[in-house]
């Protein structure tokens, strides 16, 4: 069975909540044509199973173009996290396992306390 689970506009925001509304998502952006797209694919999958506390979810941006143009993807692939609902991290390029492995921790050590507070700040800050 893959660790892995194909994000689409459908289930998007089913996939991105999670069960309890605290979801945490490593999200590929991806295509079959893109060559470090596929050699990124089993670095990704590797993480996907060292880490089931995590949703891993890909995304073929050609069978998905509302979903990656929504998050503005330019280049592939591109790795974005979405914690809590919030996107904490999107950049293109395929990460070597070791900085796959540093970014996920960076991730699990958000506060994600202080990051809800900067989110509502700035939105204060835009009305």
Known sequence: MMSTVEL????????????DGKGFVLIDFWAA??????????????????????????????AQQELAAAFDIRSIPTLAIIREGVLVFAQPGALPEAALENLIDQARKLDMAEVHAGVEAKKAAQN
């Open 8 to 19: 689409t506009k459908d289930n998007f925001d089913e996939v991105v909540q999670g069960e």
């Open 33 to 62: 044509w893109c060559g470090p797209c596929r050699q990124f694919a089993p670095v990704f999958e590797r993480a996907s199973e060292k880490h089931g506390d995590i949703t891993f979810a890909k995304v073929d941006t050609e």
